[in-house]
């Protein structure tokens, strides 16, 4: 079993930035890729963003490409979303994830889910 807690959602006017965080608890964090999704409300979970086991290869949706920045610390067994230009449509849950293997952009191949936190852009 993997436990994720992710951290750091909160309101920011548009243009602003929020760094998310999920720390994971249980197995060997480092074993796992790790994915970030968002869901807004009335639509469909989404992917935003993934990260290999070691860090060294990433993944973004076109949406955030290029604003968003994904990081881990296997030392400290965390996940990061960096979240930058910030858009009224980036308001969502934002809910960190895990699975074994390489890294996907479907949420039905995560083993893993945090509970999520919220992210609220104002215009």
């Known amino acids: 079993q993997v436990q994720l807690v992710e951290s750091g959602g909160g309101v920011v006017q548009a243009g602003g930035s929020l760094r998310l965080s999920c720390a994971a608890s249980g197995r060997t964090f480092s074993n796992y890729a790790m994915g970030w999704f968002r869901q807004a409300p009335g639509k469909k979970r989404e992917f935003v963003a993934a990260?290999?086991?070691?860090?060294?290869?990433?993944y973004y949706a076109d949406s955030v490409k290029g604003r968003f920045t994904i990081s881990r610390d296997n030392a400290k067994n965390t996940v990061y979303l960096q979240m930058n230009s910030l858009k009224p449509e980036d308001t969502a849950v934002y809910y960190c994830?895990?699975?074994?293997?390489?890294?996907?952009?479907?949420?039905?191949?995560?083993?893993?889910w945090g509970q999520g936190t919220q992210v609220t852009v104002s215009s």
């Open positions: 994830a895990a699975r074994r293997g390489v890294y996907t952009e479907y949420v039905a191949t995560y083993d893993y």
């Open positions: 990260i290999s086991w070691s860090g060294g290869s990433t």
